[in-house]
């Protein structure tokens, strides 16, 4: 079965960082293109960034600078570094497998909750 599996969330002040990371199992890691999503409390889902098979990467807020996608296809892990964290970044952080258009994916982790204090 496809599997992925976030995990290194947690709650921090604003102005911190975190490196969120999702292992994927059960499917060729490296030829998928994989992607991070959230979900903050009331409000639907949204695309963060996603990254290809080849390591081409796109963010949903250009201007940010604050998100960083990166991936390791020896590990199966795809990673999702956040600095200068805002009480705003606050919400449930999803990684998504196998890409089927831009910002929809086939396949999700449970997620990893980040919470942003002031």
């Known amino acids: 079965d496809v599997q992925v599996a976030e995990s290194g969330g947690g709650s921090v002040q604003a102005g911190g960082s975190l490196r969120l990371s999702c292992v994927g199992s059960?499917?060729?890691?490296?030829?998928?293109?994989m992607g991070w999503f959230r979900q903050a409390p009331g409000q639907g889902r949204e695309g963060v960034a996603r990254?290809?098979?080849?390591?081409?990467?796109t963010y949903r807020d250009r201007s940010s600078g604050r998100f960083t996608i990166s991936r390791d296809d020896a590990k199966n892990t795809l990673y999702l570094q956040i600095n200068g964290l805002k009480p705003e970044d606050t919400a449930m952080y999803y990684c998504?497998?196998?890409?089927?258009?831009?910002?929809?994916?086939?396949?999700w982790g449970q997620g990893t909750q980040v919470t942003v204090s002031s």
């Open positions: 990254i290809t098979s080849s390591g081409d990467t």
């Open positions: 059960g499917f060729r890691f490296s030829h998928l293109a």
């Open positions: 998504a497998a196998g890409s089927r258009s831009l910002w929809d994916f086939n396949y």
